[in-house]
Structure formats: structure tokens, C-alpha cells
């Protein structure tokens, strides 16, 4: 069979690692998942052996001399895209962690997550087909990706497609990276608290309410889509995406999230003649990561 037929994708994050082995179409012929213990005295000794372990798990499915193996994870790669060289507050161990040294290869790109999960969207998801898209993704934070002509655009030191810490409040409180009013403030679950005054503790909580009519909840979940629409739309302003896809754990709001996304979307969104970029919902799974990884991997082998 012919070589680098398959890939191995790693996604490392922030509670679970997830990996795949994939053909080279992107169907997954076996996955595995494990919890994360970030314990900061072992620098992350149980999630590194477990990454380990899967990658050995998943050659031997497989009679391949030579599979490619990627790794996505938060934060920002360095230079030659081997290493993770900035990630703030968790995952001890992880920053300048030479992947490739610790499973014995001679080259595993390192990316991450969220532009693995761009890249999984673009081959065979919400994305396929589109050469310019932007991904934003909800969840704890709020991550994102750009592709421009097909290609993940990672900019000068790897840092562009950090969607979640554009401002959208100057007014507002500043976010990990000292800005204020980020996106990530107005809609990232570890803000909930913040945003409605302690009553509600997780954005899905918030969520029920708003579907059941309290009219404190539908305040700040609409605020927060509101200002969510505004970031969509000042990203599409400067780069112009065939596609916005949305992903992560709040997307699952679905119709709750989709519904008043798109009417604000009809207030604000410049529409030049009829030009109107599509809001659609991240179609991979939680594996999105490590597919996009493995793809990452195919392409990036040496």
C-alpha cells in the first residue's frame, strides 16, 4: 500500500486528549480519547505517556513502515512549528516540549487547535470546497483560524487567527493578553460568571433560561450574540470569507445561538450589491482537532 497512505492526529486539550488515525480521505478507521491530570509537579508526565501510548496504539493498526503523525494543541507555535512557544496558565510542561525528540521522530509539526479544526472543516466539513474561510470557535475561551487561498494563514510569529481577543468593549475588562472587551469576554464560558452577576455558572445553564423566557438571561445571552455578530462581521470587513464557521461547545446551542446570530447579522453586516457571508455551524465532530492535525501532518511531511 502506498506510503503516508495513513496520518495520526494528536489534539491535546484543555480536559481531554484525542487522537486519530485516518486514511487519506479523512475517515477515521480508529480513535481514542483520555482525561488530562495537569499536574504542574510532573509537568505533565500523564497526558505526554498517554499521547505516547496512543500513537504506538494506532501504528499497530496499520502495516505502514512510516506514518506522519501531528499534534494540535492551545497556544502559539514556534518559528519552525515543532513546539508550542506561548501558552498562558495550564497545561504545565507544555511550552517548548519537543514532541518529536519525545516519540522518536525525525519531524511532527506542531499547530494549533483551533486551526487544526479550520483545516478538518476545510477537507471534509462545513468548509469543503471554500478557499477563504474563518472558523471561530466557543467554548471555554474563544479561538479561530483564517484561511486565505486554501492555505491556514499563521502570519508573522505564528500568531494570527486569534479571533477571541479582538476588542469589541474598549470600555470592557482586560482579557489574558491585557486587551480590553475581547470577543472571549462577551461570550467564552469562563466569563459567565462575570457576565451574569454569579447567576448562572455555565453558558449552557444561561442557555435554558433564555429558551425559557427569563428575561434577565435573554439580556446577556442576546447581548452576548450581539456583540458575537459584531466580531463575525469586523473579521468578514478585513478579510472577506467565502464562510464563517462556528464550532466549539456553545455552537450545540444550535437554533438558540443560529436564530438571533443571523438576525443581528441582517442589522449590521455590510452587504455590498448581495454579498452575504454564510454563518454556518462546524460539521466535524469533537475530534475535529486531531483530524485536522493528521491532515496537517500529510501535508507538512518530510
Known amino acids: 500500500m502506498e506510503e503516508n497512505h495513513y496520518a495520526i492526529g494528536v ?35 500523564q497526558w505526554k505517556d498517554a499521547i505516547k501510548t496512543m500513537i504506538y496504539t494506532l501504528r499497530k493498526e496499520i502495516d505502514e513502515s512510516q506514518v506522519p503523525v501531528g499534534l494540535a494543541a492551545p497556544g ?72 486565505i487561498d486554501g492555505k491556514i494563514h499563521q502570519g508573522y510569529g505564528q500568531r494570527a487567527g486569534h479571533l477571541g481577543h479582538i476588542t469589541i468593549d474598549f470600555h470592557g475588562t482586560p482579557g ?41 438571561a435573554t439580556h446577556v445571552w442576546l447581548d452576548s450574540v450581539r456583540k458575537l455578530s459584531l466580531g463575525i462581521i469586523s473579521m468578514c ?25 443571523a438576525e443581528f447579522m441582517e442589522v449590521y453586516e455590510w452587504r455590498l450589491g448581495d454579498l452575504k457571508v454564510p454563518i454556518v455551524s462546524a460539521e466535524c465532530d469533537a475530534f475535529a482537532g486531531a483530524i485536522g492535525a493528521a491532515f496537517y501532518a500529510l501535508e507538512n511531511k518530510k
Open 11 to 45: 489534539d491535546l486539550g484543555g480536559t481531554n486528549i484525542k487522537s486519530v488515525l485516518i486514511d487519506a480521505k479523512g475517515n477515521i478507521l480508529k480513535n481514542l480519547q483520555e482525561a488530562i491530570v495537569d499536574a504542574e509537579e510532573s509537568k505533565g508526565k
Open 76 to 147: 502559539v507555535p514556534d518559528q519552525k512549528g515543532q513546539a508550542i512557544a506561548y501558552m498562558s496558565g495550564r497545561l504545565y510542561g507544555l511550552v517548548g516540549f519537543s514532541w518529536a525528540e519525545f516519540i522518536n521522530e525525525s519531524y511532527l509539526p506542531v499547530i494549533n487547535d483551533a486551526l487544526a479544526a479550520l483545516v478538518a472543516e476545510s477537507k471534509i466539513g462545513a468548509g469543503k470546497g471554500a478557499n477563504d474561510l474563518i472558523i471561530i470557535t466557543l467554548g471555554t475561551g474563544v479561538g479561530g483560524g483564517i484561511m
Open 176 to 216: 489574558i493578553f491585557g486587551m480590553p472587551g475581547t470577543l472571549e469576554d462577551a461570550i467564552g464560558n469562563s466569563t459567565i460568571k462575570a457576565r451574569s452577576w454569579e447567576r448562572y455558572s455555565t453558558t449552557k445553564a444561561l442557555v435554558e433560561a433564555y429558551l425559557q423566557g427569563n428575561a434577565f
Open 237 to 261: 470587513n478585513a478579510i472577506s470569507p467565502e464562510k464563517v464557521i462556528v464550532g466549539g461547545g456553545i455552537s450545540k446551542a444550535g437554533d438558540a445561538l443560529f436564530k438571533p446570530l
